[in-house]
Protein backbone atom coordinates (compact mmCIF):
# COMPACT_ATOMS: atom_id res chain seq x y z
CA UNK A 1 0.00 0.00 0.00
CA UNK A 2 0.96 3.21 -0.89
CA UNK A 3 0.30 5.98 1.68
CA UNK A 4 1.96 9.62 1.08
CA UNK A 5 -0.25 11.20 3.34
CA UNK A 6 -0.02 11.05 7.49
CA UNK A 7 -1.15 13.51 10.27
CA UNK A 8 0.82 12.30 13.52
CA UNK A 9 1.26 13.79 17.07
CA UNK A 10 4.77 14.13 18.62
CA UNK A 11 5.78 14.05 22.27
CA UNK A 12 8.84 15.14 23.40
CA UNK A 13 10.46 13.43 26.58
CA UNK A 14 9.28 15.04 29.78
CA UNK A 15 12.48 16.28 32.01
CA UNK A 16 13.36 14.80 34.97
CA UNK A 17 12.51 16.69 38.21
CA UNK A 18 14.98 17.57 40.51
CA UNK A 19 15.40 16.63 44.28
CA UNK A 20 15.67 18.09 47.49
CA UNK A 21 18.63 16.05 49.54
CA UNK A 22 20.87 17.20 52.42
CA UNK A 23 24.06 14.73 53.40
CA UNK A 24 23.61 12.69 56.00
CA UNK A 25 26.81 11.65 57.31
CA UNK A 26 27.95 10.30 60.64
CA UNK A 27 29.97 13.00 61.87
CA UNK A 28 28.62 15.97 59.21
CA UNK A 29 25.14 16.90 61.72
CA UNK A 30 24.49 19.63 59.16
CA UNK A 31 25.35 18.14 55.76
CA UNK A 32 25.02 20.90 52.88
CA UNK A 33 22.27 20.14 50.26
CA UNK A 34 23.39 17.37 47.71
CA UNK A 35 20.03 17.10 45.67
CA UNK A 36 20.89 15.92 41.95
CA UNK A 37 19.53 17.51 38.77
CA UNK A 38 16.55 15.21 36.92
CA UNK A 39 17.81 13.81 33.07
CA UNK A 40 16.81 15.94 30.26
CA UNK A 41 13.49 14.65 28.19
CA UNK A 42 14.13 13.08 24.68
CA UNK A 43 14.03 14.53 21.57
CA UNK A 44 11.53 13.20 18.42
CA UNK A 45 13.76 13.00 15.49
CA UNK A 46 13.34 12.63 12.04
CA UNK A 47 15.65 10.94 10.05
CA UNK A 48 15.20 9.75 6.34
CA UNK A 49 15.85 6.26 5.17
CA UNK A 50 16.57 6.04 1.42
CA UNK A 51 14.97 2.31 1.89
CA UNK A 52 11.82 3.55 2.67
CA UNK A 53 8.96 4.36 -0.08
CA UNK A 54 5.86 5.78 1.65
CA UNK A 55 4.70 6.59 5.28
CA UNK A 56 2.63 3.52 5.20
CA UNK A 57 4.03 2.90 8.97
CA UNK A 58 2.62 6.22 10.53
CA UNK A 59 -1.05 5.11 9.81
CA UNK A 60 -0.84 2.42 12.48
CA UNK A 61 1.54 4.27 14.63
CA UNK A 62 -0.11 8.13 14.97
CA UNK A 63 1.48 8.67 18.38
CA UNK A 64 5.37 9.20 18.47
CA UNK A 65 7.32 9.68 22.28
CA UNK A 66 10.40 9.89 23.00
CA UNK A 67 11.43 8.72 26.79
CA UNK A 68 11.36 10.91 30.20
CA UNK A 69 14.41 11.86 31.92
CA UNK A 70 15.25 10.28 35.37
CA UNK A 71 14.45 12.28 38.14
CA UNK A 72 17.74 13.01 40.69
CA UNK A 73 18.76 11.77 43.69
CA UNK A 74 20.65 12.55 46.79
CA UNK A 75 23.97 12.71 47.01
CA UNK A 76 24.67 14.89 44.07
CA UNK A 77 23.43 12.02 41.59
CA UNK A 78 21.63 13.65 38.38
CA UNK A 79 19.29 11.51 36.40
CA UNK A 80 19.43 9.81 33.23
CA UNK A 81 18.72 11.41 30.07
CA UNK A 82 15.90 10.31 28.28
CA UNK A 83 16.44 8.52 24.93
CA UNK A 84 15.66 10.14 21.56
CA UNK A 85 13.02 8.56 19.64
CA UNK A 86 14.12 8.46 15.91
CA UNK A 87 11.35 8.17 13.51
CA UNK A 88 12.56 6.48 10.08
CA UNK A 89 10.71 8.45 6.88
CA UNK A 90 11.43 8.40 3.36
CA UNK A 91 13.48 10.89 1.06
CA UNK A 92 10.92 13.40 0.11
CA UNK A 93 9.40 13.57 3.27
CA UNK A 94 8.17 17.07 4.22
CA UNK A 95 6.91 18.01 7.86
CA UNK A 96 4.17 20.74 8.31
CA UNK A 97 2.73 21.83 11.52
CA UNK A 98 -0.89 20.76 11.66
CA UNK A 99 -2.42 24.00 13.69
CA UNK A 100 -1.13 26.47 11.01
CA UNK A 101 -0.18 24.45 7.76
CA UNK A 102 3.48 26.04 8.16
CA UNK A 103 6.27 24.11 6.38
CA UNK A 104 9.23 22.80 9.41
CA UNK A 105 11.32 20.64 7.53
CA UNK A 106 12.14 19.61 3.99
CA UNK A 107 13.75 16.31 3.96
CA UNK A 108 15.76 14.78 1.10
CA UNK A 109 19.26 13.28 1.89
CA UNK A 110 19.58 10.09 3.20
CA UNK A 111 20.78 10.52 6.92
CA UNK A 112 19.59 14.09 7.44
CA UNK A 113 17.40 15.31 10.66
CA UNK A 114 14.86 17.35 12.00
CA UNK A 115 13.82 17.69 15.80
CA UNK A 116 10.04 17.09 15.41
CA UNK A 117 9.48 17.62 19.21
CA UNK A 118 12.43 18.43 21.86
CA UNK A 119 12.87 16.98 24.83
CA UNK A 120 12.24 19.44 28.27
CA UNK A 121 15.36 20.26 30.51
CA UNK A 122 15.86 18.61 33.37
CA UNK A 123 15.10 20.34 37.07
CA UNK A 124 17.70 21.72 39.05
CA UNK A 125 18.25 19.65 43.02
CA UNK A 126 18.25 22.12 45.84
CA UNK A 127 22.06 21.91 45.75
CA UNK A 128 22.20 24.31 42.51
CA UNK A 129 20.11 26.72 44.89
CA UNK A 130 22.46 27.13 47.83
CA UNK A 131 24.23 30.46 48.28
CA UNK A 132 25.84 32.48 50.63
CA UNK A 133 22.64 34.12 52.51
CA UNK A 134 20.39 30.43 51.88
CA UNK A 135 22.61 27.67 52.77
CA UNK A 136 20.18 24.65 53.08
CA UNK A 137 17.19 25.54 50.19
CA UNK A 138 14.47 23.08 50.49
CA UNK A 139 13.20 23.20 46.81
CA UNK A 140 13.96 21.67 43.84
CA UNK A 141 12.92 22.57 39.99
CA UNK A 142 10.48 20.67 38.53
CA UNK A 143 11.04 18.70 35.11
CA UNK A 144 10.20 20.77 31.64
CA UNK A 145 7.48 19.17 29.86
CA UNK A 146 8.07 18.03 26.59
CA UNK A 147 6.75 20.29 23.31
CA UNK A 148 4.02 18.56 21.83
CA UNK A 149 2.31 18.88 18.63
CA UNK A 150 0.59 17.37 15.58
CA UNK A 151 2.25 17.67 12.17
CA UNK A 152 1.42 16.20 8.88
CA UNK A 153 3.75 14.22 7.15
CA UNK A 154 3.72 15.08 3.30
CA UNK A 155 5.68 13.00 0.64
CA UNK A 156 6.69 14.23 -2.75
CA UNK A 157 8.63 11.53 -4.70
CA UNK A 158 12.16 12.17 -5.97
CA UNK A 159 12.21 10.89 -9.07
CA UNK A 160 14.35 12.04 -12.12
CA UNK A 161 11.41 11.64 -14.69
CA UNK A 162 8.04 12.05 -14.36
CA UNK A 163 5.40 10.25 -16.78
CA UNK A 164 1.87 12.35 -17.20
CA UNK A 165 -1.02 11.28 -18.90
CA UNK A 166 -4.59 11.14 -19.34
CA UNK A 167 -5.99 7.94 -17.59
CA UNK A 168 -5.38 4.91 -19.56
CA UNK A 169 -3.15 6.37 -21.65
CA UNK A 170 -0.48 3.42 -20.92
CA UNK A 171 1.71 5.04 -18.33
CA UNK A 172 1.87 1.93 -16.29
CA UNK A 173 2.32 -0.64 -19.24
CA UNK A 174 5.43 1.45 -20.36
CA UNK A 175 6.70 1.52 -16.85
CA UNK A 176 6.24 -2.28 -16.61
CA UNK A 177 7.71 -2.90 -19.86
CA UNK A 178 10.70 -0.27 -18.79
CA UNK A 179 11.39 -1.01 -15.14
CA UNK A 180 11.04 -3.62 -12.41
CA UNK A 181 8.39 -2.04 -11.14
CA UNK A 182 5.00 -3.75 -11.86
CA UNK A 183 2.43 -1.31 -11.22
CA UNK A 184 -1.64 -2.55 -11.41
CA UNK A 185 -2.98 -2.37 -15.70
CA UNK A 186 -6.33 -2.89 -16.63
CA UNK A 187 -8.15 -1.64 -19.70
CA UNK A 188 -10.35 0.62 -17.46
CA UNK A 189 -9.47 4.53 -16.21
CA UNK A 190 -8.36 4.64 -12.69
CA UNK A 191 -6.45 1.42 -12.33
CA UNK A 192 -3.01 3.25 -10.98
CA UNK A 193 -4.88 4.89 -7.29
CA UNK A 194 -1.06 5.22 -6.21
CA UNK A 195 1.88 6.67 -7.86
CA UNK A 196 4.86 4.01 -8.48
CA UNK A 197 8.31 4.33 -9.17
CA UNK A 198 10.69 1.95 -11.29
CA UNK A 199 14.66 2.38 -12.05
CA UNK A 200 15.45 2.07 -15.61
CA UNK A 201 18.29 0.82 -17.02
CA UNK A 202 19.16 1.41 -20.41
CA UNK A 203 22.77 -0.36 -21.46
CA UNK A 204 25.89 1.93 -21.53
CA UNK A 205 24.30 4.44 -19.47
CA UNK A 206 23.84 5.65 -16.11
CA UNK A 207 19.70 4.43 -14.50
CA UNK A 208 17.38 7.12 -13.90
CA UNK A 209 14.23 6.97 -11.65
CA UNK A 210 11.12 7.30 -13.39
CA UNK A 211 7.66 7.98 -11.91
CA UNK A 212 4.58 6.84 -12.63
CA UNK A 213 1.72 9.83 -11.66
CA UNK A 214 -1.40 8.42 -11.66
CA UNK A 215 -3.90 9.67 -14.56
CA UNK A 216 -4.93 13.21 -14.12
CA UNK A 217 -7.72 14.79 -15.24
CA UNK A 218 -9.75 17.91 -16.39
CA UNK A 219 -9.87 20.31 -12.65
CA UNK A 220 -7.14 18.24 -10.91
CA UNK A 221 -5.49 21.76 -10.15
CA UNK A 222 -8.50 22.55 -7.93
CA UNK A 223 -8.20 19.07 -6.73
CA UNK A 224 -11.01 17.17 -8.81
CA UNK A 225 -10.66 13.09 -8.66
CA UNK A 226 -7.18 12.93 -6.45
CA UNK A 227 -5.58 16.01 -7.83
CA UNK A 228 -3.64 17.66 -5.59
CA UNK A 229 -2.31 14.04 -3.59
CA UNK A 230 -1.28 13.46 -7.25
CA UNK A 231 0.33 16.67 -8.79
CA UNK A 232 2.75 16.73 -6.12
CA UNK A 233 4.60 14.36 -6.89
CA UNK A 234 5.59 15.54 -10.47
CA UNK A 235 7.57 19.03 -8.38
CA UNK A 236 10.26 17.52 -7.99
CA UNK A 237 11.11 15.76 -11.71
CA UNK A 238 13.71 17.44 -13.98
CA UNK A 239 11.77 15.58 -17.00
CA UNK A 240 8.25 14.81 -18.04
CA UNK A 241 7.32 11.91 -20.35
CA UNK A 242 3.99 12.84 -21.34
CA UNK A 243 2.54 9.62 -22.77
CA UNK A 244 -1.02 10.30 -25.04
CA UNK A 245 -3.64 7.84 -26.51
CA UNK A 246 -3.16 8.34 -30.21
CA UNK A 247 -5.90 5.90 -30.96
CA UNK A 248 -8.77 7.78 -28.64
CA UNK A 249 -9.69 4.74 -27.48
CA UNK A 250 -12.15 6.60 -24.90
CA UNK A 251 -13.19 9.07 -27.28
CA UNK A 252 -10.82 12.02 -26.82
CA UNK A 253 -9.37 13.75 -28.99
CA UNK A 254 -4.97 13.76 -28.48
CA UNK A 255 -4.16 16.30 -29.25
CA UNK A 256 -7.13 18.46 -26.55
CA UNK A 257 -5.60 15.77 -24.83
CA UNK A 258 -2.13 17.06 -24.65
CA UNK A 259 -3.45 20.87 -24.32
CA UNK A 260 -5.35 19.75 -21.45
CA UNK A 261 -2.63 18.12 -19.43
CA UNK A 262 -0.85 20.62 -19.83
CA UNK A 263 -3.24 23.46 -19.09
CA UNK A 264 -3.65 21.72 -15.13
CA UNK A 265 0.22 21.42 -14.83
CA UNK A 266 0.24 25.31 -15.30
CA UNK A 267 -2.21 25.79 -13.06
CA UNK A 268 -1.36 23.46 -10.42
CA UNK A 269 2.32 25.55 -11.19
CA UNK A 270 3.61 27.50 -13.29
CA UNK A 271 7.09 25.91 -13.25
CA UNK A 272 5.55 22.16 -14.09
CA UNK A 273 4.62 23.53 -17.46
CA UNK A 274 7.85 24.81 -18.37
CA UNK A 275 9.32 21.27 -17.71
CA UNK A 276 11.07 20.11 -20.79
CA UNK A 277 8.73 16.83 -22.06
CA UNK A 278 9.05 14.23 -24.33
CA UNK A 279 6.01 13.56 -26.33
CA UNK A 280 4.82 10.24 -26.96
CA UNK A 281 1.83 8.91 -28.87
CA UNK A 282 1.12 5.44 -27.39
CA UNK A 283 -1.11 2.66 -28.99
CA UNK A 284 0.45 2.94 -32.60
CA UNK A 285 -0.11 -0.44 -32.88
CA UNK A 286 -3.72 -0.01 -33.22
CA UNK A 287 -5.46 1.15 -36.30
CA UNK A 288 -7.07 4.02 -35.23
CA UNK A 289 -3.85 5.55 -34.10
CA UNK A 290 -2.37 6.74 -37.28
CA UNK A 291 -5.32 10.02 -37.64
CA UNK A 292 -4.26 10.94 -33.70
CA UNK A 293 -0.52 10.58 -34.43
CA UNK A 294 -0.90 12.98 -38.13
CA UNK A 295 -2.82 15.21 -35.63
CA UNK A 296 -0.10 15.70 -33.43
CA UNK A 297 2.63 16.05 -35.98
CA UNK A 298 0.80 18.72 -37.74
CA UNK A 299 0.25 20.56 -34.44
CA UNK A 300 3.75 19.84 -32.50
CA UNK A 301 6.31 19.07 -35.33
CA UNK A 302 7.02 15.83 -36.78
CA UNK A 303 10.35 16.10 -34.81
CA UNK A 304 8.46 17.15 -31.64
CA UNK A 305 6.54 13.31 -31.40
CA UNK A 306 7.74 10.20 -30.73
CA UNK A 307 5.75 7.11 -31.51
CA UNK A 308 5.63 4.15 -29.64
CA UNK A 309 3.51 1.29 -28.64
CA UNK A 310 3.98 0.33 -24.92
CA UNK A 311 1.95 -3.13 -25.96
CA UNK A 312 4.24 -4.21 -28.30
CA UNK A 313 7.52 -2.54 -27.27
CA UNK A 314 8.10 -0.31 -30.64
CA UNK A 315 9.37 2.45 -29.99
CA UNK A 316 10.49 2.58 -26.15
CA UNK A 317 14.08 2.46 -26.70
CA UNK A 318 13.90 5.61 -28.53
CA UNK A 319 12.23 7.12 -25.94
CA UNK A 320 14.39 5.84 -23.03
CA UNK A 321 17.37 6.60 -24.77
CA UNK A 322 15.76 10.52 -25.59
CA UNK A 323 15.00 11.08 -21.75
CA UNK A 324 18.63 9.46 -20.99
CA UNK A 325 20.13 12.19 -23.71
CA UNK A 326 17.87 15.31 -22.03
CA UNK A 327 19.00 14.47 -18.70
CA UNK A 328 22.54 14.43 -19.03
CA UNK A 329 21.87 18.28 -20.41
CA UNK A 330 19.59 18.83 -17.28
CA UNK A 331 20.75 20.36 -13.90
CA UNK A 332 19.88 18.52 -11.03
CA UNK A 333 16.82 18.55 -8.93
CA UNK A 334 17.32 21.85 -6.85
CA UNK A 335 16.57 20.73 -3.28
CA UNK A 336 16.80 22.63 0.07
CA UNK A 337 20.17 22.98 1.29
CA UNK A 338 19.01 22.85 4.97
CA UNK A 339 16.22 20.69 5.97
CA UNK A 340 14.88 23.16 8.28
CA UNK A 341 12.55 26.18 7.65
CA UNK A 342 12.09 28.13 11.04
CA UNK A 343 9.12 29.31 12.38
CA UNK A 344 8.74 33.24 13.15
CA UNK A 345 8.37 32.46 16.74
CA UNK A 346 11.18 30.26 17.27
CA UNK A 347 13.43 33.60 16.67
CA UNK A 348 11.82 35.47 19.07
CA UNK A 349 13.47 36.26 22.28
CA UNK A 350 12.46 33.61 24.85
CA UNK A 351 12.59 36.48 27.71
CA UNK A 352 9.46 38.67 25.57
CA UNK A 353 6.07 38.28 27.21
CA UNK A 354 2.80 39.10 25.71
CA UNK A 355 -0.08 40.17 28.18
CA UNK A 356 -4.18 39.42 26.31
CA UNK A 357 -7.44 39.41 28.52
CA UNK A 358 -10.19 37.45 28.26
CA UNK A 359 -13.29 38.77 30.46
CA UNK A 360 -11.64 39.22 34.07
CA UNK A 361 -8.58 36.67 33.10
CA UNK A 362 -5.00 38.15 32.12
CA UNK A 363 -3.07 35.67 29.97
CA UNK A 364 0.99 35.78 30.21
CA UNK A 365 1.96 34.60 27.51
CA UNK A 366 6.21 34.11 26.56
CA UNK A 367 8.52 30.67 26.21
CA UNK A 368 10.63 31.75 29.55
CA UNK A 369 7.87 32.67 31.91
CA UNK A 370 5.80 29.33 31.02
CA UNK A 371 9.20 27.15 31.46
CA UNK A 372 9.33 28.95 34.89
CA UNK A 373 5.95 28.18 35.56
CA UNK A 374 5.86 24.31 34.40
CA UNK A 375 9.37 24.07 36.91
CA UNK A 376 8.41 25.44 39.74
CA UNK A 377 6.30 23.36 42.50
CA UNK A 378 4.16 25.57 43.50
CA UNK A 379 3.31 23.09 46.96
CA UNK A 380 6.66 24.09 48.46
CA UNK A 381 6.34 26.88 50.18
CA UNK A 382 10.38 28.05 49.14
CA UNK A 383 9.70 28.14 45.75
CA UNK A 384 6.86 29.79 45.81
CA UNK A 385 8.74 32.59 47.53
CA UNK A 386 11.32 32.08 44.53
CA UNK A 387 8.49 32.26 41.64
CA UNK A 388 7.10 35.71 43.16
CA UNK A 389 10.26 37.39 43.76
CA UNK A 390 11.70 36.62 40.08
CA UNK A 391 8.41 37.39 38.68
CA UNK A 392 8.34 41.25 40.29
CA UNK A 393 12.53 40.99 39.08
CA UNK A 394 11.81 40.03 35.12
CA UNK A 395 9.21 43.11 35.05
CA UNK A 396 6.06 41.11 34.94
CA UNK A 397 4.46 42.48 38.06
CA UNK A 398 4.44 46.26 36.39
CA UNK A 399 3.30 44.72 33.04
CA UNK A 400 0.36 43.62 34.78
CA UNK A 401 -0.33 46.98 36.01
CA UNK A 402 0.54 48.92 32.97
CA UNK A 403 -2.58 46.52 31.23
CA UNK A 404 -4.64 47.35 33.71
CA UNK A 405 -4.68 44.23 36.04
CA UNK A 406 -5.56 45.17 39.49
CA UNK A 407 -5.28 43.26 42.88
CA UNK A 408 -7.94 40.04 42.88
CA UNK A 409 -7.52 39.48 39.80
CA UNK A 410 -6.93 36.18 38.10
CA UNK A 411 -3.66 35.63 35.86
CA UNK A 412 -3.29 32.35 33.92
CA UNK A 413 0.53 31.44 32.58
CA UNK A 414 -0.16 28.07 31.09
CA UNK A 415 -1.97 25.99 32.91
CA UNK A 416 -1.48 27.95 36.05
CA UNK A 417 -3.67 29.96 37.13
CA UNK A 418 -3.15 32.80 40.19
CA UNK A 419 -4.74 35.86 42.20
CA UNK A 420 -2.90 38.93 41.48
CA UNK A 421 -1.64 40.91 44.52
CA UNK A 422 1.20 43.36 44.45
CA UNK A 423 4.12 43.43 46.36
CA UNK A 424 2.53 45.97 48.72
CA UNK A 425 -0.91 44.73 48.86
CA UNK A 426 1.57 41.44 50.49
Not at 58 to 82: D, L, M, P, T, V
Not at 171 to 200: C, M
Request: hydrophobic share 35%.
Amino acid sequence: MFVDRAKIYLKGGDGGNGVVSFRREKYVPFGGPDGGDGGRGGDVIFQVDPSLRTLLDFRYQQHIRAERGEHGKGSNKHGRNGKDKIVRVPPGTQIRDAETNLLLADLTEPGQTYIGAKGGRGGRGNARFATAKQKAPRFAEKGEPGEEKWVWLELKLIADVGLVGFPNAGKSTFLSRVTAARPKIADYPFTTLTPNLGVVDVEGVEPFVIADIPGIIEGAHAGVGLGHDFLRHIERTRLLIHIIDAAGVDGRSPLEDYRQINEELRLYDERLSQLPQIVVANKADLPQAEKGIKELCRALGEENVHVMSAVTGSGVKDVLYKAVQMLAQLPPTELPEKPVVFTPAEEEDDKAISISRENDVFIISGKQIERFVAMTDFENEEAVKRFQRLFRLWGHEDALKAAGAKNGDTVKIGEFEFIFQTEEEE
